[in-house]
C-alpha cells in the first residue's frame, strides 16, 4: 500500500504543521515516501497572499507542485480558561475558512497543469453539531466562530470538488471528533468522553486511517469522511 502511495503522489503541503494534527500528517506523510512542505507561521501565514506566495516559490524550489494539500491550519480554542461564545468570531473565519480558500487559490492552477491531485480539508464535528455547553468546564464555551467556519468548509469543499474535478483535483472534508492531546483540561475531558458512543477519544491511528482513505479513494470528491466515533448520529 505505501508503494503505491509514493508512486502516485511526490509532494504535499501541510499547513498549520505545529499544531496538534500538524506534525501527524507530516511523519506520516513522510514515512510513505512522501515529500512534505510546510506552511505555518512565523515563516508563513495563511491569512496573508503575499505570505503564501512566498511560500509557494520555496515549495516549488524545495519539491515542485504539490499533489496533495492538507489545510491543517486552524483556531481550535480548547476549553482551558474562560472562553465565551463571540470570542475572537473574526479571527477564527479568517484562518479556519478565508485561509483554506487563499491556499487552494494559491495552487490549485498549477496542480490542474500538473496532471491533478487531492485537496483535503480537515473538519470537525463541530461543523455538522453545534457545541454543547454541558460538554465543558464552567465559564467555558466553544466560541460559534470555530463551529461556524468548519460548517462553511463542506460547502467549500463541494464546490471546489465540483468544478476542479474536470481536472483530475479531488476535494476531500475529513472531519474529526475530539482527538486525544495534552490540551484538554481533565474536568472538559471526563464530561465530554461520557458523551462518545465508543467511550474514548479519537486517536492517531484513526486520523492515519481517515487520511490513507481519502489518499487511496480515486472516486471520493466533494463529500465528507468524519470519524467522530458516532457522537453525532445521537
Keep these: 500500500m505505501t508503494e503505491g502511495l509514493r508512486n502516485k503522489y511526490r509532494t504535499a503541503v501541510v499547513t498549520g504543521g505545529s499544531g496538534n494534527l500538524g506534525p501527524i500528517w507530516k511523519s506520516t506523510l513522510e514515512s510513505w515516501g512522501i515529500n512534505v512542505f510546510i506552511i505555518d507561521q512565523p515563516f508563513y501565514d495563511v491569512r496573508d497572499e503575499a505570505s503564501l506566495l512566498l511560500a509557494k516559490h520555496n515549495c516549488y524550489q524545495e519539491f515542485g507542485v504539490p499533489d496533495i494539500i492538507i489545510n491543517n491550519a486552524a483556531i481550535d480554542p480548547k476549553p482551558k480558561g474562560q472562553s465565551g461564545m463571540h470570542d475572537r ?3 477564527i473565519i479568517e484562518t479556519n475558512l478565508i485561509g483554506v480558500d487563499n491556499v487552494i487559490k ?13 485537496i483535503i480539508n480537515i473538519g470537525s464535528m463541530l461543523g455538522f453539531v453545534a ?104
Design 89 to 91: 468570531f473574526q479571527e
Design 106 to 118: 494559491t495552487f490549485v492552477d498549477d496542480m490542474k497543469t500538473h496532471g491533478g491531485g487531492v
Design 131 to 234: 457545541a454543547d455547553y454541558r460538554n465543558y468546564e464552567e465559564g467555558f464555551m466553544k466560541p460559534y466562530g470555530y463551529g461556524t467556519s468548519k460548517a462553511g468548509l463542506l460547502g467549500l469543499t463541494r464546490n471546489v470538488g465540483v468544478y476542479y474535478g474536470q481536472w483530475g483535483i479531488r476535494c476531500v472534508l475529513l472531519a474529526f471528533g475530539p482527538v486525544e492531546s495534552e490540551h484538554w483540561s481533565l474536568e472538559a475531558r471526563s464530561k465530554l468522553v461520557k458523551t462518545m458512543p465508543l467511550n474514548r477519544f479519537i486517536w492517531k491511528e484513526d486520523c492515519i486511517a481517515g487520511l490513507r482513505f481519502c489518499l487511496e479513494s480515486p472516486n471520493l470528491n466533494a463529500r465528507e469522511v468524519l470519524i467522530d466515533g458516532g457522537y453525532s448520529a445521537r
